[in-house]
């Protein structure tokens, strides 16, 4: 018996081999024969293109414009083939490059890939083919454009999903296309146009997308990327700057540590995108938002956000705004994650808020003492301050304190290094304020 189980579990690795090397066999004579149907798709599309009249040669909303579309879905003996279609003008070295070579639009080179659904790695097969025009070329009424892409430290970024469109022109351009490993995007015979160009650069969703504008007043703003002009025989190249999105996570709680909830607010900050015009120019930036609003719980995630500072503003008139950590407006940097604590002041509760500064200086002073006394010289309550040099009362106590409307109260200010202070002020209804400066020594 046990020889005969032994011989039954050889026997099925043998079987279980032999099946596996069947199956690859199969799943390879399948995946070659698509492969070798989508040759056939992209040989016939070559083909077809070639037979063309040169000055036809072009994409619907490309550069060259032509009738081709880009995307074409064929179906072949059961199998979807999707074949996808760029043309583009060459500029040769062989007759020197632009603007030594004054009609840069040597030739046309043409590209067909055509893939198909398979688990495969390899799905898909590329043809190429250049096609020269019947005569000498010829640049009227056409420029170069050139889109260069890179991150903050001036690093190329490759593979950017460039979107080029103008709707001014007939026909009108619509063109996608990629940068290649520099980060640059080099097009020639590009028709002339002034400032109508639209262009949007896109990598992945870890990179902010980055855009033109139209010029003012069709923006409500002057634009820093303003849609691209082409002029005649010129080059016009620019860069755009990507960097990875980052995420800013806050939580918004009153004096006493409790959540409060749907607070609204406005934030803005990130990428400078241009300047207003009336009255004075001021920082358009590219995230503005005036209506925002945490959850029941009092948090809020931001979506993708560019680097940058970023100025938040309650909008709700119960609320005002004490202290966060970190300090705000907050610097966010590129592919960072900011949780931000808010602590916010009811405008119906009695609250006392000290800043301490430096003399003479700006800088606040964060770790200072603050104690506040009661008109019989109990202590009140007793703290320090944070990081923005701001300490506040009542602060969150069990049973909780309350400070009364027109009873005077000493706060006395100490650290070391600095020359002590001791001030008095009258509890106002809602919020009280005041600015202290520390002397040193």
């Given at each position: 018996?046990?020889?005969?189980?032994?011989?039954?579990?050889?026997?099925?690795?043998?079987?279980?081999?032999?099946?596996?090397?069947?199956?690859?066999?199969?799943?390879?004579?399948?995946?070659?024969?698509?492969?070798?149907?989508?040759?056939?798709?992209a040989e016939k599309k070559i083909e077809a293109i070639r037979a063309m009249k040169y000055q036809d040669i072009g994409l619907q909303g490309g550069i060259p414009s032509g009738p081709l579309t880009a995307t074409d879905i064929e179906v072949d003996n059961g199998t979807t083939f999707t074949s996808r279609t760029s043309i583009r003008y060459i500029d040769d070295p062989l007759d020197q490059k632009f603007p030594q070579d004054t009609d840069p639009t040597d030739y046309k080179q043409v590209e067909v890939k055509v893939n198909w659904p398979t688990n495969m790695e390899d799905k898909n097969v590329i043809l190429n083919t250049l096609i020269s025009p019947p005569r000498r070329e010829s640049s009227v009424g056409t420029g170069i454009l050139m889109i260069n892409t890179v991150d903050s430290n001036g690093t190329p970024l490759?593979?950017?999903?460039?979107?080029?469109?103008?709707?001014?022109?007939?026909?009108?351009?619509?063109?996608?296309?990629?940068?290649?490993?520099?980060?640059?995007?080099?097009?020639?015979?590009?028709?002339?146009?002034?400032?109508?160009?639209?262009?949007?650069?896109?990598?992945?969703?870890?990179?902010?997308?980055?855009?033109?504008?139209?010029?003012?007043?069709?923006?409500?703003?002057?634009?820093?990327?303003?849609?691209?002009?082409?002029?005649?025989?010129?080059?016009?190249?620019?860069?755009?700057?990507?960097?990875?999105?980052?995420?800013?996570?806050?939580?918004?709680?009153?004096?006493?540590?409790?959540?409060?909830?749907?607070?609204?607010?406005?934030?803005?900050?990130?990428?400078?995108?241009?300047?207003?015009?009336?009255?004075?120019?001021?920082?358009?930036?590219?995230?503005?938002?005036?209506?925002?609003?945490?959850?029941?719980?009092?948090?809020?995630?931001?979506?993708?956000?560019?680097?940058?500072?970023?100025?938040?503003?309650?909008?709700?008139?119960?609320?005002?705004?004490?202290?966060?950590?970190?300090?705000?407006?907050?610097?966010?940097?590129?592919?960072?994650?900011?949780?931000?604590?808010?602590?916010?002041?009811?405008?119906?509760?009695?609250?006392?808020?000290?800043?301490?500064?430096?003399?003479?200086?700006?800088?606040?002073?964060?770790?200072?003492?603050?104690?506040?006394?009661?008109?019989?010289?109990?202590?009140?309550?007793?703290?320090?301050?944070?990081?923005?040099?701001?300490?506040?009362?009542?602060?969150?106590?069990?049973?909780?304190?309350?400070?009364?409307?027109?009873?005077?109260?000493?706060?006395?200010?100490?650290?070391?290094?600095?020359?002590?202070?001791?001030?008095?002020?009258?509890?106002?209804?809602?919020?009280?304020?005041?600015?202290?400066?520390?002397?040193?020594?």
């Amino acid at each position: 018996m046990i020889e005969a189980l032994v011989g039954v579990f050889l026997l099925a690795i043998l079987s279980l081999g032999i099946y596996s090397s069947y199956a690859f066999g199969l799943k390879m004579s399948v995946h070659n024969r698509l492969r070798t149907q989508a040759a056939a798709i992209a040989e016939k599309k070559i083909e077809a293109i070639r037979a063309m009249k040169y000055q036809d040669i072009g994409l619907q909303g490309g550069i060259p414009s032509g009738p081709l579309t880009a995307t074409d879905i064929e179906v072949d003996n059961g199998t979807t083939f999707t074949s996808r279609t760029s043309i583009r003008y060459i500029d040769d070295p062989l007759d020197q490059k632009f603007p030594q070579d004054t009609d840069p639009t040597d030739y046309k080179q043409v590209e067909v890939k055509v893939n198909w659904p398979t688990n495969m790695e390899d799905k898909n097969v590329i043809l190429n083919t250049l096609i020269s025009p019947p005569r000498r070329e010829s640049s009227v009424g056409t420029g170069i454009l050139m889109i260069n892409t890179v991150d903050s430290n001036g690093t190329p970024l490759s593979g950017c999903q460039v979107h080029i469109k103008n709707t001014s022109l007939v026909p009108a351009i619509d063109l996608n296309d990629e940068t290649d490993n520099n980060g640059s995007l080099s097009l020639p015979g590009v028709p002339t146009a002034s400032n109508s160009y639209e262009v949007s650069i896109y990598k992945n969703t870890d990179y902010e997308t980055v855009s033109t504008y139209p010029p003012y007043p069709t923006s409500s703003f002057n634009p820093i990327d303003v849609h691209i002009s082409i002029s005649e025989g010129q080059i016009t190249s620019k860069t755009f700057t990507l960097d990875p999105v980052s995420h800013l996570n806050l939580h918004i709680m009153d004096i006493h540590g409790a959540n409060i909830p749907n607070v609204g607010f406005s934030l803005k900050g990130g990428r400078i995108i241009g300047t207003t015009v009336e009255p004075a120019p001021q920082p358009v930036y590219f995230y503005n938002e005036p209506a925002l609003s945490c959850d029941g719980n009092g948090l809020w995630s931001s979506p993708d956000l560019g680097k940058g500072p970023y100025t938040f503003s309650i909008t709700n008139p119960t609320y005002e705004f004490i202290t966060s950590n970190p300090t705000a407006p907050w610097s966010v940097a590129s592919g960072s994650n900011i949780e931000a604590n808010i602590i916010m002041g009811s405008k119906t509760e009695n609250i006392f808020v000290v800043t301490v500064y430096e003399q003479g200086e700006e800088a606040t002073i964060p770790g200072a003492t603050v104690r506040l006394t009661d008109p019989q010289g109990v202590i009140f309550q007793e703290t320090t301050t944070d990081i923005n040099g701001i300490a506040y009362f009542p602060q969150n106590e069990n049973p909780p304190k309350v400070l009364q409307t027109g009873t005077n109260y000493t706060i006395d200010i100490s650290k070391e290094g600095y020359t002590p202070i001791q001030d008095r002020f009258t509890v106002l209804n809602g919020i009280n304020r005041t600015r202290e400066v520390l002397l040193v020594p």
